[in-house]
């Protein structure tokens, strides 16, 4: 087998193991962070995850597109992908801040939790319309549930990553404030 070929068992490996670090930055945010950081993080959090997703899609068309996201978008798009899903995901960013809030006690863990679905979503979109796992050689190997079960943790670690920089991004502009 081509060693450039994912696996399912690889890949549930790897979600247990996200999915556990995921548990145990909730748990820190929700103390450092809270629901009140994450109030005062209104413009920064969506800020954050857009520049974020530019990064990522940055790097997934520079590393990533001959093996994987060549087969997946059209050559036409490859420079376009980072700033448009950086701007899509700016806004799915906001709107997740504003939904976990809607849920006080458990905002953190909302605003991560919806950054999972995300994950979920968007990768049984890619795979179902896009041919995520048909395409590209090194995913043909993979489960649609595999893959969108690494999907979920990942992206709420992402989630995780995004709040703790946005509420950093905060605290910093308002240290230089006054």
Do not use: K
């Not at 530019?54 to 997946?72: I, N, S």
């Amino acid at each position: 087998m081509d060693e450039n070929v994912l696996t399912p068992a690889l890949m549930y490996r790897a979600a247990a193991v996200v999915a556990l670090l995921d548990i145990l930055l909730v748990i820190a945010l929700t103390r450092q962070i809270g629901t009140d950081g994450l109030r005062r993080a209104r413009w920064t959090v969506p800020l954050v995850s857009g520049v974020f997703w530019v990064g990522v899609w940055l790097t997934m068309v520079v590393v990533f597109w001959d093996d994987v996201y060549g087969h997946v978008f059209p050559a036409w798009a490859r420079w376009l992908v980072p700033p448009v899903y950086g701007l899509g995901f700016a806004g799915v960013g906001a709107l997740w801040r504003y939904l976990a809030l809607r849920v006080p006690r458990a905002a953190v863990a909302v605003f991560v939790t919806l950054w999972g679905v995300t994950g979920a979503l968007t990768h049984t979109y890619a795979i179902a319309a896009a041919g995520l796992l048909e395409r590209p050689p090194m995913l043909r190997s993979l489960t649609p549930a595999s893959a969108v079960v690494f999907a979920t943790f990942e992206f709420g670690f992402y989630g995780c990553a995004i709040l703790a920089l946005g509420s950093l991004l905060g605290r910093t502009m308002d240290r230089s404030r006054g």
